[in-house]
């Protein structure tokens, strides 16, 4: 009797663990500075958001071109292009459950595009 009273302790011990420890989640709302020329965000995130302002996306083209837009929830919005081949790459693993994060030039050409997807990130919803 005493082992299974001990068995039953272990295994709400570890259904209690499970649960304190399910995975993580997050999201990332669009973020527009135009100040230091940057836009992030995740795209579940947008996609999902409450406002109808918020938006991010990226296009590429057979000509080797990239451009990447954000709108924030304020209405403020960015945009840039690239036609460098490492981030067109870099574009074309986006899926719309992915994080990005991008800098650009005064000229609004793409100067570094970061890309993340992880279940941690929201998915998008209909």
Not at 29 to 55: C, E, K, L
């Amino acid at each position: 009797m005493k082992k299974s009273g001990m068995m039953l302790g272990l295994c709400v011990a570890m259904g209690l663990s499970t649960a304190s420890f399910a995975g993580s989640k997050g999201g990332m709302s669009v973020y527009v500075d135009t100040v230091n020329r940057h836009f992030n965000g995740s795209m579940g995130t947008a996609r999902n958001s409450a406002d109808s302002n918020q938006n991010l996306y990226c296009y590429i083209s057979s000509s080797g071109y990239g451009v990447c837009m954000a709108t924030d929830a304020a209405g403020t919005n960015a945009s840039c292009f690239t036609n460098n081949a490492g981030m067109v790459s870099v574009i074309n693993s986006l899926n719309s459950d992915s994080y990005v994060q991008i800098s650009y030039d005064s000229a609004g050409t793409c100067t570094s595009i970061l890309v993340g997807t992880g279940s941690h990130h929201d998915p998008k919803q209909p």
